[in-house]
């Protein structure tokens, strides 16, 4: 069978499907992901730029190299299709939570209800002294490192290299993956732990696996049931209308 049709078939009669999000499903709203082709870590070195010791020892320096730019291209970018695909899903009652490994803040933009951010979110920006929160959008860049009315100097909110996951992210994550019977995974290099055993723990507890990604991955030949090579707006779009013409 198809596999599109077949997985839209497993979304349509299952009890609670979920969704894994990376990198991958921003690509077609502007943002570069971090591997492969045309990404962001062939331009600059993570070690030097997206690591938590470089930016405590050098704030100026990751804010000029790295941050200024990013918050540019985020505050630039739109929910694309893979993201409207996801929010049809759940207008039709067949989709659930989304954990995202993204920090672009495009899937509560696009409208979905519940969103788990793994890696915080770069919306915000957090006062490493005082820990007040402020809006990016409202960030003064005028002077690099930006700062905070008490003195502290802002970072952003989201999980740097060598920094934790918030545990509450991963203890729901887990505990979702563990009980879903559908997990949908899209726009990920499934390379990245923790969140790369989200998937794993899913399959393990019976779960049927919906790979979205144009490249295979080390799931796609060992833990997805079903591979959907291509790009996430035209097979999350194409995936939700099929869903649809099942379920009406
Ligand atoms: P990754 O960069 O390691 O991998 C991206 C994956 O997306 C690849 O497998 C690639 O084949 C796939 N891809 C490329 N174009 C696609 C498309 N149009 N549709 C679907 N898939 C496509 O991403 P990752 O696995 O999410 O891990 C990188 C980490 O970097 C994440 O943890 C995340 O926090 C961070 N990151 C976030 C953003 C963002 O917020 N948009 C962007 C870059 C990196």
Same mark, same amino acid.
């Given at each position: 069978m198809d596999p599109l049709l077949r997985s839209a078939e497993a979304i349509a009669s299952a009890h609670s499907v979920i969704a894994l999000t990376g990198a991958g499903i921003s690509v077609e709203s502007g943002i570069p992901p971090f591997r492969g082709a045309g990404s962001l870590w062939e331009k600059i070195d993570p070690m030097e730029f997206a690591h938590i010791g470089s930016f405590l020892k050098n704030?100026?320096?990751?804010?000029?190299?790295?941050?200024?730019?990013?918050?540019?291209?985020?505050?630039?970018?739109?929910?694309?299709?893979?993201?409207?695909?996801?929010?049809?899903?759940?207008n039709l009652g067949r989709l659930g939570t989304i954990i995202t490994q993204n920090i672009d803040g495009l899937h509560q933009l696009a409208g979905s209800g519940d969103v788990i951010e793994?890696?915080?979110?770069?919306?915000?920006?957090r006062c490493?002294?005082?820990?007040?929160?402020?809006?990016?959008?409202?960030l003064d860049l005028s002077s690099l490192p930006p700062r905070c009315a008490c003195g502290g100097i802002y970072r952003p909110d989201c999980v740097f290299f060598g920094e934790?996951?918030?545990?509450?992210?991963?203890?729901?994550?887990? *505990?979702?993956? *563990?009980?879903?019977?559908?997990?949908?995974?899209?726009?990920?290099?499934?390379?990245?732990?923790?969140?790369?055993? &989200?998937?794993?723990?899913?399959?393990?507890?019976?779960?049927? &696996? &919906?790979?979205?990604?144009?490249?295979?991955?080390?799931?796609?030949?060992? &833990?997805?049931?079903?591979?959907?090579?291509?790009?996430?707006?035209?097979v999350l779009k194409t995936l939700a209308e099929t869903v649809k013409g099942l379920i009406v």
């Open positions: 704030p100026e320096k990751v804010w000029k190299g790295f941050l200024v730019g990013m918050k540019d291209m985020l505050d630039k970018a739109r929910p694309n299709d893979g993201h409207m695909g996801l929010v049809a899903l759940e793994f890696h915080g979110n770069f919306a915000w920006q490493m002294d005082c820990d007040g929160l402020v809006p990016s959008s409202g934790m996951i918030p545990e509450e992210s991963l203890a729901r994550s887990r *505990s979702l993956a *563990s009980s879903c019977d559908v997990m949908i995974v899209v726009g990920t290099s499934a390379v990245v732990q923790p969140a790369a055993m &989200i998937p794993v723990i899913a399959k393990n507890s019976g779960a049927f &696996i &919906i790979e979205v990604n144009p490249e295979p991955t080390p799931l796609s030949h060992s &833990i997805s049931d079903r591979f959907l090579q291509g790009k996430a707006g035209h």
